[in-house]
């Protein structure tokens, strides 16, 4: 009877129980546990040896690192188990959220390739090597992408528009800035760029049409809406069926200074966030990563988000 009482104490606390939640789904690392709940090493270790003395959850060494598991050495545990966490669980609200961030840490764990590439990426140009160059990689890319109407929301002056533009059918460029607007109209006037059009408008209403362009492109914008999940709205709006929308954004931080610099509204996103809004939206097929990270302080790393309207 106590081990039965020891055990229904520490699945009452809340924190004790989200934990126990997910191993049940998947067995996690302390690193992984700390990203989805958003809580300190320390704290989370405390519980873990906690849950671990009453066995209800084990771990074992896999390389380096520490690997915990629901249930005892073999993974089994007592059937009532189970049905006492899910009463728990219907008392604790950021349960869903848990399960989402979940399903994202383990996606990233899983994407081997990217770890790869992120590796290559850090070596990419620091040798001289005669004609390669990020932009002459970006211009190949380009010309194998089939021709597409684009918005770019939050344009700026337009530098990546025109990039866009030497291959797409079309490019509307959306900006809140009069003066951003008239100088990226005068720069693609001289340079000739005929498909390219600069309008006037924000980014959580842009002044396109409904169900009018292939993907709906968010380059460091997101940051600066007063509401990016009308703003991510606003692009499913304006989507074709199939559709697709970009988003590279900060991944979240505690630069507050970045307020006054840059003039952010948001000091980045969280994956969860942006999956959060996307699926809102009715978006399918969300991938989401970070696929850059800054060697110099304060490190900013930069999140990519591509989805299906």
């Known amino acids: 009877m106590s081990s039965t009482l020891k055990t229904l104490r520490l699945i009452a606390d809340p924190?004790?129980?989200?934990?126990?939640n997910l191993l049940r789904r998947e067995d996690l690392f302390v690193v992984e546990l700390q990203e989805i709940l958003g809580m300190g090493q320390s704290r989370i270790s405390t519980h873990l040896s906690q849950l671990r003395q009453a066995k209800l959850v084990s771990d074992r060494r896999v390389g380096k690192h520490i690997i915990y598991?629901?249930?005892d050495e073999g993974g089994s545990f007592d059937a009532w188990l189970g049905e006492t966490l899910d009463l728990a669980l219907l008392e604790i609200p950021e349960k869903e959220d848990d399960e989402a961030a979940l399903t994202l840490s383990i996606a990233k764990r899983r994407d081997?390739?990217?770890?790869?590439?992120d590796a290559l990426?850090?070596?990419f140009g620091k040798t001289y090597c005669p004609g390669r160059s990020w932009k002459a990689l970006a211009e190949t890319l380009l010309k194998l992408m089939p021709p597409m109407v684009i918005a770019d929301l939050g344009a700026g002056e337009g530098t990546f528009s025109q990039l866009l533009a030497q291959r797409a059918e079309k490019v509307i460029a959306v900006d809140g800035s009069e003066k951003m607007v008239e100088f990226g109209t005068q720069v693609a006037k001289e340079n000739g760029t005929s498909n390219l059009e600069f309008r006037l408008g924000e980014i959580e209403a842009p002044p396109i049409e409904e169900g009018s362009v292939d993907i709906a492109f968010f380059s460091q914008a997101l940051h600066h809406a007063e509401k990016p999940e009308?703003?991510?709205?606003a692009a499913h709006r304006i989507l074709k069926p199939g559709g697709?929308?970009?988003?590279l954004d900060l991944l979240k931080h505690q630069v507050e200074e970045a307020r006054e610099l840059y003039a952010?509204?948001?000091l980045g996103f969280s994956e969860l966030e942006v999956s959060r809004y996307l699926t809102a939206?009715?978006?399918e097929e969300i991938d989401i990563s970070v696929v850059d990270r800054e060697a110099d302080p304060p490190n900013f790393q930069t999140l990519m988000a591509i989805a299906k309207k």
Request: cysteine-free; glycine content about 10%.
């Open 15 to 20: 924190t004790r129980a989200r934990i126990l």
């Open 69 to 71: 598991t629901f249930g």
């Open 112 to 117: 081997k390739a990217r770890a790869y590439f």
């Open 121 to 123: 990426a850090g070596k």
């Open 230 to 233: 009308v703003a991510i709205a």
């Open 244 to 247: 697709r929308i970009v988003i």
């Open 264 to 266: 952010d509204r948001w």
């Open 281 to 283: 939206e009715g978006f």
